[in-house]
């Protein structure tokens, strides 16, 4: 009787051991293949950043990054590398509200100090740029965080947080590997979400931004599909800073050649010789001074004109655009980028473009004639759009060509840059108007803490960099993903463990 009674406590027990483990491991949490304390979603300058401060304060940190080693860290390596020492006043104005004056202060002085960080590692800054310019300043990021041996997994993209369905609280992430096989990764402490921006996800642009889509370049890293944006919106993240002013543009690409090569190759103005070109819409119409700065502008783009009047919704009347020029623009040297110091394309070794533009016009990147007449046609048959009203056209270069005989533009374009149009032969081209990246989506506060629709914190799910930041430009750039990478960082390392 006793050994019943012994068995029947002994089966009580365990039965009451399985049923503690069932309720401790809930049906959503999946079986851990990784673990670390504080887990870095994007290897660019702000996932680095994260994963330092996290473990100077003595966090265990693991990054995963989406690309492999050679395309790693997102638009810094794409980009100029520009460095300029920003106030904190500016700072605070940059962000439209959305941060207090003692919030800059702390941005400013981080930065700071993670540059002299950088410094430390090589940085070298001349005339506001770094050395080596973008893939320059992200090899100085990548020598740091090797140095401080954080371990970094390659193409290893994050595909979905694992959270508590009730409370939202994040215990981990869950990756895929490069050979498609599922990877899970308990973050003890919680996520830091580094992705960047989303400019390379054009369903999400159509959404955030355009109402009926338009065609755009894009000259920053196809990695920007907004990855960690979709993630943390699955389970509740509120968003903010969204609008047309979170786009940075960088000028025009060359749709055929752009399309063609997968990433955006820029038109480029003359460096020298004559300014020669004009740019007009499917009437045939000039719309926009030809040599207004758009890089990183908040103004009203001249090519989004929309007309949304009822009942027509005509949408971008200046859309499709694009660039025609003479012979002596052709002649004085090339029309896109060579040996260019900004761009995925250039960064990348991906195209350089001939001295001559003869490589180029052999490609059928754009077309030539020797009148305007079969310009137009030539022009229709390469694009597959309606041909451009080719009277209209004619009227267009000679208005524009009585401009320059008098030194006064319709458009306002500095008589500096007012060189005519010559006879033929012709040359012309669709361009697009190119995008760098965005910096609007995650709402945050001023810890890196992602916020609900309500502004309350997700439980330990923090952001920095390019996902979410919604400011102008000023601490949107290099040393604001610095910035911004460590002040998360920090405050993910200081949390308790699950």
Same mark, same amino acid.
């Given at each position: 009787m006793k050994k019943i009674i012994a068995t029947l406590i002994c089966l009580a027990l365990t039965l009451g051991m399985i049923s503690a483990l069932a309720e401790e491991t809930p049906a959503w949490m999946p079986n851990w293949d990784r673990d670390a304390d504080v887990v870095v979603v994007g290897f660019g300058p702000a996932g680095a950043m994260a994963a330092k401060a996290a473990q100077e304060n003595g966090a265990s940190t693991l990054i995963l990054e989406k690309a492999s080693k050679e395309y790693a860290g997102g638009s810094a390596p794409a980009s100029m590398g520009f460095i300029k020492p920003y106030t904190a006043e500016e700072i605070c104005s940059s962000a439209m509200g959305r941060m207090t004056m003692e919030e800059a202060q702390r941005m400013f002085d981080k930065e700071n100090e993670l540059l002299d960080w950088m410094t430390q590692n090589g940085l070298n800054i001349v005339n506001s740029t770094s050395e080596g310019n973008g893939p320059g300043f992200y090899d100085v990021v990548v020598k740091g965080i090797e140095a401080l041996g954080i371990e970094?997994?390659?193409?290893?993209?994050?595909?979905?947080?694992?959270?508590?369905?009730?409370? @939202?609280? %994040?215990?981990?992430?869950?990756?895929?590997?490069?050979?498609?096989? /599922? !990877?899970?990764? $308990?973050?003890? @402490?919680? %996520?830091v979400l580094c992705t960047g921006g989303y400019a390379a996800n054009? /369903? !999400?642009?159509? $959404?955030?931004?355009?109402?009926?889509?338009?065609?755009?370049?894009?000259?920053?890293?196809?990695?920007?599909?907004?990855?960690?944006?979709l993630m943390a919106v699955e389970i509740g993240a509120g968003l903010d800073g969204v609008s047309n002013q979170q786009i940075e543009w960088y000028?025009?690409?060359?749709?055929?050649?752009?399309?063609?090569?997968?990433?955006?190759?820029?038109?480029?103005?003359?460096?020298l010789g004559p300014d020669s070109r004009i740019f007009v819409n499917t009437n045939g119409e000039r719309f926009m001074d030809e040599e207004m700065y758009i890089v990183h502008s908040k103004c009203q783009m001249p090519f989004l004109a929309y007309d949304g009047t009822f009942p027509i919704y005509n949408g971008y009347f200046?859309?499709?655009?694009?660039?025609?020029?003479d012979q002596a623009m052709f002649e004085a040297g090339p029309v896109g980028p060579r040996d260019y110091w900004c761009g995925y394309a250039s960064m990348y070794d991906i195209y350089n473009w001939s001295e001559d533009?003869?490589?180029?016009?052999?490609?059928?990147?754009?077309?030539?004639?020797?009148?305007?007449?079969?310009?137009?046609?030539?022009?229709?048959?390469?694009?597959g759009n309606d041909p451009i009203d080719v009277e209209n056209l004619?009227?267009?270069?000679?208005?524009?060509?009585?401009?320059?005989?008098?030194?006064?533009?319709?458009?306002?374009?500095?008589?500096?840059?007012?060189?005519?149009?010559?006879?033929?032969p012709y040359y012309a081209a669709q361009i697009l108007p190119t995008v760098v990246y965005t910096i609007g989506g995650l709402s945050g506060g001023p810890n890196g803490e992602t916020l609900d629709w309500e502004g309350n914190p997700i439980p330990r799910l923090y952001h920095a960099g390019d996902v979410g930041q919604p400011t102008k430009i000023l601490i949107a750039a290099l040393q604001g993903a610095l910035a911004t990478g460590d002040i998360a960082g920090t405050a993910c390392s200081q949390l308790a463990s699950h």
């Open positions: 970094v997994l390659y193409e290893t993209p994050a595909v979905k947080l694992i959270c508590d369905p009730e409370t @939202k609280e %994040v215990y981990g992430v869950q990756c895929q590997q490069a050979d498609g096989s /599922d !990877l899970y990764v $308990r973050a003890n @402490k919680g %996520v054009k /369903d !999400l642009m159509t $959404r955030f931004h355009f109402a009926d889509m338009i065609d755009y370049a894009l000259a920053g890293a196809p990695t920007q599909t907004g990855d960690g944006l000028g025009y690409s060359y749709k055929v050649a752009s399309d063609e090569m997968g990433t955006a190759i820029l038109h480029m103005g003359p460096s200046n859309l499709s655009m694009y660039v025609i020029f533009n003869q490589a180029e016009l052999d490609r059928g990147w754009f077309v030539k004639a020797d009148t305007i007449d079969e310009l137009v046609e030539k022009l229709a048959a390469q694009s004619k009227k267009t270069i000679e208005a524009y060509n009585a401009g320059c005989a008098e030194q006064s533009d319709a458009f306002g374009r500095s008589e500096f840059y007012l060189d005519p149009i010559g006879d033929g």
